[in-house]
């Protein structure tokens, strides 16, 4: 903890330093909200009367930066923890935008870092401008009193994608020796142009997504979800609403009937990607619909990356490649050969995305759990192996192409989005874990017809997701090992 001696307050600057990092986090907000504050205030006025603002009132549309500066006297500490430890002496920086949004984030990485290493916490104004689109929640009050996006763009800072990018995180980052190192992953800019994107995509408010998420390429998963959320809220203490596309909101003082009727007449239809939250103080669970496809998969986790979420796990539908598989079985992933090669240029498909082990155990102890199978009997259930993710909803047609390296990778089942949504999280450093239920057999005559489901098919829907559901239960209970260092470079920044 910064001590009375070092904290202090440069008023040429603007700069505090020698901050706790309780004091960091406030000061954070303070010039969050102020800088948000004139930028509306400015925006407000040039509505009504076009004055621009000045060159003065412009410069205090920056988002804040904080700065941890380590500077090691003795041995520099170990630690076995994956994220808030230093990879080296320096200083290190990041802007923060929403800073009481991602306050216990911004705690859980800042105290490690000055109980244990002793670096000092500055904050100050950076030279980022706050894009004025990002200081509205709707984006329809900008199109008032016949102002044009030309017009606002003379005076107030822009969305500029020039300075939006994942350098840090794909290791493209050129370091500039006089400049700080990344403090994290992603700087502000990069965080409000997803948050952005996660509210027009899922159709919900971005802080009602949860920290622990389900990926599903299916809308039966999405009825089983409410069902489960709504019986949740009836009798689980823990939970305090269910939040569903199109901003409704079901608490736990609505009645069935009331209940029943929100849940309807939710408009899901009107988004790409519909999710939905059942929300809980200590973190609930998100699901998100995010169709068929790896490139819907890759957008939704570009996004869903800047919330860092402490898992997300793909619940959704595979073909079954083996004889012995029947429609309704379980696959968890161990491996993915990936043909979906919307990432080849950032992962390369030789690079190996890692079962992780953690993920891995949880998903088949709650298999074991709600089906009551164990020993061979789960096995007969669940199968284990590498899962081919292709690009291409037709593959079986070019089947003769396709058939030896499907041999050579011994896979057991194809979709289109697992590889991609473990890849993503290899990419950002968020724990992932694939678990599929078989809907076809595509090489052995059983395909996709309409009403081919049976009763055991609709069964296994339900079944699958309280799998996934427990899964996340047992995570939440072994989170201190989750945040696995398999994830993290050797060059890593601090923060998780």
């Known amino acids: 903890m910064a001590s009375d001696a070092t904290r202090k307050h440069d008023p040429l600057s603007g700069t505090a330093t020698g901050l706790t990092p309780e004091e960091a986090v406030n000061e954070l907000e303070l010039r969050y909200a102020a800088a948000t504050d004139a930028l509306r205030g400015a925006l407000d006025t040039f509505f009504k009367d076009r004055e621009p603002p000045g060159p003065a009132l412009r410069a205090s549309y920056r988002y804040p930066e904080i700065k941890v500066d380590y500077q090691p006297n003795g041995v520099t500490p170990t630690s076995r923890r994956a994220y808030a430890k230093f990879p080296a002496p320096g200083v290190y920086a990041t802007t923060v935008t929403h800073p009481s949004a991602f306050r216990g984030y911004l705690l859980e990485q800042l105290e490690p870092l000055v109980s244990e290493y002793g670096a000092i916490i500055s904050v100050g104004a950076s030279r980022q401008e706050i894009p004025y689109p990002y200081v509205f929640e709707r984006g329809d009050e900008l199109a008032r009193d016949g102002v044009t996006p030309a017009e606002l763009a003379r005076f107030f800072p822009t969305p500029n994608l020039a300075a939006v990018g994942d350098e840090v995180a794909d290791g493209l980052w050129e370091q500039d020796e006089e400049a700080p190192r990344p403090l994290a992953l992603f700087d ?17 408010d971005w802080r009602a997504i949860q920290p622990w998420i389900l990926l599903t390429n299916y809308h039966r998963y999405v009825d089983q979800f409410i069902a489960w959320g709504l019986a949740q809220l009836r009798q689980d203490n823990r939970f305090e609403a269910l939040t569903l596309p199109g901003g409704v909101e079901i608490t736990r003082d609505a009645s069935d009937e009331e209940a029943a009727a929100l849940a309807a007449g939710s ?12 929300r809980a103080p200590g973190g609930g669970v998100t699901l998100v619909n995010i169709g068929v496809g790896p490139a819907n998969a890759k957008n939704m986790c570009d996004h869903l990356a800047v919330l860092r979420p402490h898992c997300w796990l793909m619940v959704g539908h595979c073909g079954g490649l083996r004889q012995a598989q029947q429609i309704g079985d379980y696959v968890l992933a161990h491996a993915y050969l990936r043909e979906d090669h919307i990432l080849d240029d950032v992962v390369p498909p030789a690079i190996p995305v890692p079962a992780l082990a953690e993920v891995q155990v949880a998903l088949q102890d709650a298999a074991r759990i709600v089906t009551g199978d164990s020993g061979e009997q789960l096995k007969q259930r669940l199968r284990t192996g590498t899962v081919v993710t292709y690009d291409d909803r037709n593959w079986e047609l070019r089947w003769s192409q396709e058939r030896r390296r499907i041999n050579l990778s011994r896979a057991i089942a194809v979709d289109m989005e697992s590889g991609t949504i473990a890849a993503q999280g290899f990419r950002f450093r968020v724990p992932y874990g694939t678990l599929l239920c078989v809907s076809d057999k595509p090489l052995h005559g059983e395909i996709k017809l309409p009403g081919a489901a049976n009763a055991f098919y609709d069964r296994a829907v339900s079944q699958h997701l309280q799998i996934g559901l427990k899964a996340i239960d047992l995570l939440k209970t072994r989170r201190s090992e989750l945040h696995s260092r398999k994830l993290r470079a050797f060059d890593e920044p601090p923060f998780r």
């Open 188 to 204: 502000a800019v990069r965080v409000d142009f997803s948050l952005r994107r996660l509210v027009h995509y899922t159709g919900t």
């Open 267 to 278: 408009q899901w239809h009107r988004f790409q990607m519909p999710a939905y939250h059942l």
